[in-house]
């Protein structure tokens, strides 16, 4: 395994990257279950990645039903250190066309239900979330979509909705009120996740649609938005192209990869396996 591997979530319409070295198919199962798909271990220009389809194979797994938890500790079993997420979105701001990327740099979440946390107890942690997003990794990702000639905004509040139906007029009006630059349905807790991972995370939010707010343009619908996202997936994979052409500052020191030293308020010593096994690849620098 090399020393550092980066990691792709793919959203909607990125199921695969295009023009890189295939090396592995990963089987990998976690405590929480199986990840969304096999994770495709592959090379782009020299570089270790590790590939995952969000929604599984073919798009069969919908936003409320993903196993985030499955996701993120199956990528640090991978020995991913930084994550690329790629998400669909709809835009909640006249200037954010769609077609436009956004780099998110704060989140809203309005979901319900769903796994959020690796320490669900007896091991107790709390990590700070203040800032959701690794301001390394959105800054090499904004050079990359500037060299891959790709209208994008610095930052954008991103308003994680439950789905998997679209909004309501009231409710996108609501969250434009707000402030709200973005929504979408997932990307939340896959955030939350690697934070207690210690896992560099930084999302890319490729704009599809105005949502159903703007009166000069249909509602969103699933046709219109697919029409969009080939675009974008295009973009998407011209991006990553020039990210990883790119020599990029060292991490290593990056606070996300420290995010528990001061998080964990559990004495681990006095806990036995059973506490510790499914946490275990999280845990395990501290024991």
Not at 121 to 132: N, R, T
Not at 226 to 254: G, P, T, W
Request: glycine fraction near 6%.
């Amino acid at each position: 395994m090399s020393k550092e591997r980066t990691g792709i979530i793919g959203g909607s319409g990125l199921y695969a990257i295009d023009g890189i070295e295939v090396l592995d198919h990963l089987q990998i199962d976690t405590p929480y279950g199986p990840p969304s798909a096999d994770l495709l271990l592959a090379k782009i220009n020299s570089e270790e990645v590790v590939f995952l389809p969000r929604h599984g194979d073919g798009h069969k797994i919908p936003p409320h039903k993903i196993n985030n938890r499955a996701n993120i500790y199956a990528m640090k079993l991978a020995g991913v250190t930084n994550i690329i997420s790629i998400s669909a979105v709809g835009s909640l701001r006249e200037e954010i066309v769609p077609g436009h990327f956004v780099l998110v740099d704060q989140f809203v979440d309005r979901t319900r239900h769903r796994d959020s946390s690796f320490f669900d107890g007896p091991v107790v942690a709390h990590v700070s979330m203040a800032d959701p997003l690794c301001k390394s990794m959105r800054s090499s990702l904004l050079k990359a979509c500037e060299d891959a000639e790709i209208t994008t905004h610095t930052s954008g509040t991103y308003l994680v909705m439950q789905g998997p139906q679209f909004s309501t007029r009231a409710e996108s009006e609501l969250y434009r009120s707000w402030g709200m630059d973005v929504i979408g349905m997932t990307n939340m807790q896959e955030a939350r996740l690697a934070r207690e991972a210690e896992i560099c995370y930084a999302t890319v939010a490729m704009s599809t649609d105005y949502d159903c707010w703007h009166e000069e343009e249909e509602d969103v619908s699933v046709d219109s938005i697919i029409a969009v996202m080939h675009a974008n997936v295009e973009k998407a994979q011209r991006m990553l192209q020039a990210y990883f052409r790119e020599k990029r500052r060292d991490m290593s020191h990056c606070k996300c990869r420290s995010s528990l030293e001061s998080g964990i308020f559990s004495d681990l010593r006095a806990l036995d396996d059973s506490a510790l096994r499914p946490i275990h690849a999280l845990v395990e620098r501290f024991l």
